[in-house]
T-cell receptor, first 112, second 114 residues
Framework: DQQVKQNSPSLSVQEGRISILNCDYTNSMFDYFLWYKKYPAEGPTFLISISSIKDKNEDGRFTVFLNKSAKHLSLHIVPSQPGDSAVYFC???????????FGAGTTVTVRA | SQTIHQWPATLVQPVGSPLSLECTVEGTSNPNLYWYRQAAGRGLQLLFYSVGIGQISSEVPQNLSASRPQDRQFILSSKKLLLSDSGFYLCACDTSGRKDNEQFFGPGTRLTVL
């Protein structure tokens, strides 16, 4: 059963515009959320995270928003750049659990 | 910081052949170690995780197995590969006690079973 869902398999955005990636989760025990970025034939790299005690975390061009009541989080990339073209995975973990549950990923393509 | 090595980078194996993928970690001690598989068009599926030498937990039933003979070595094996074992295999680690659970990934192994 997929506890973390990324319902949009792909997203195309023009360079300079905002990219918005969405992620939904079902497990109410999740209290930490992460976004990973993955290029083809490479391992994912950590991008940004947020704890459930916050509703927003910002790091440069990347901002993650968390809506606990809706069990929904989103990643905003602004402005989008060609190097942002990659697969983005949403992940979540429950308190005191080592394991991460990953979504299926969203492929972002930034058009020049 | 942690560095994760995986080899081989790519592998083509016939159905029914054995498999051994190796992962080693540098830059940390007593890490939690993970094996993931990314099948074509799908997300990251956790296969095994280990919190210490000789301690392996399996997340999904399959014909794969894992072993951790040393603190920073994690091996993924199979006695007989199936076509469905094809995919991109990723080793990951995190540091015990970290609250943020950030995992670091290796470069991956692309396995094609023919």
């Amino acid at each position: 059963d997929q506890q973390v869902k990324q319902n949009s398999p792909s997203l195309s955005v023009q360079e300079g515009r905002i990219s918005i990636l969405n992620c939904d989760y079902t497990n109410s025990m999740f209290d930490y959320f992460l976004w990973y970025k993955k290029y083809p034939a490479e391992g994912p790299t950590f991008l940004i995270s947020i704890s459930s005690i916050k509703d927003k975390n910002e790091d440069g061009r990347f901002t993650v928003f968390l809506n606990k009541s809706a069990k929904h989080l989103s990643l905003h990339i602004v402005p989008s750049q060609p190097g942002d073209s990659a697969v983005y995975f949403c992940a979540a973990s429950a308190f005191d659990d080592y394991k991460l549950s990953f979504g299926a990923g969203t492929t972002v393509t930034v058009r020049a | 910081s942690q560095t994760i090595h995986q080899w081989p980078a790519t592998l083509v194996q016939p159905v029914g052949s054995p498999l051994s993928l190796e992962c080693t970690v540098e830059g940390t001690s007593n890490p939690n170690l993970y094996w993931y598989r990314q099948a074509a068009g799908r997300g990251l599926q956790l296969l095994f995780y280990s919190v210490g030498i000789g301690q392996i937990s399996s997340e999904v039933p399959q014909n794969l197995s894992a072993s951790r003979p040393q603190d920073r070595q994690f091996i993924l094996s199979s006695k007989k590969l199936l076509l469905s074992d094809s995919g991109f295999y990723l080793c990951a680690c995190d540091t015990s006690g970290r609250k943020d659970n950030e995992q670091f990934f290796g470069p991956g192994t692309r396995l094609t079973v023919l």
